[in-house]
């Protein structure tokens, strides 16, 4: 299962809304990991999601949700096992935007998802993402601890 997995680590709930409160339904989380020294903006439907400050939640990306690995159809199978039955939160995206940064120590680099116009922003060490590539289909996984 860990070549569907592209990325996985706890995060904590730092801040909600660091720019102010835009939409009814979203907020803006933003978070730091605690293996990786990943730090993620992430836009999630509190309505039916609910965050807040302190939370630790484990997030995965992964390729597809097919527990043999093959790639997903889009269509859902009722009865079928999933990568998502082990988690409590599913977005499905693309990566629209990778960039490096060289300046300070070590060289950083930053992925952008959209979910649907919910955003993520994920960045840090760039050997964590050097394996994401642009127009990649993501499945964001969420699950609190």
């Known amino acids: 299962m860990s070549s569907i ?3 996985e680590d706890i995060f904590v709930v730092d801040k909600l809304d660091p ?10 989380i933003e978070a730091r990991s605690q293996n990786c020294d990943m730090f993620m903006h992430l836009d999630v ?3 039916i999601y609910p965050m807040h400050v302190g939370d630790k ?3 995965a990306l992964a390729h597809t949700l097919n527990l043999d690995g093959t790639p997903d159809t889009g269509f859902y199978t009722p ?6 039955d082990k988690y409590e939160y599913v977005m499905h995206g693309k990566l629209y935007k990778i960039s490096d940064d ?3 120590k070590g060289l950083k680099a930053e992925i ?4 649907g116009g919910l955003l993520m922003l994920l960045r840090g060490e760039a050997s964590h993402v050097a394996h994401f590539e642009l127009d990649q289909r993501l499945f964001l996984l969420m699950r609190k601890l």
């Open 5 to 7: 997995i592209l990325f």
């Open 45 to 47: 439907n509190t309505e």
């Open 19 to 28: 720019d102010g409160k835009k939409f009814d339904k979203v907020t803006r």
């Open 102 to 104: 060289a300046s300070g």
């Open 57 to 59: 939640f484990t997030m």
């Open 79 to 84: 009865g079928r096992k999933s990568l998502a």
């Open 112 to 115: 952008y998802v959209s979910y």
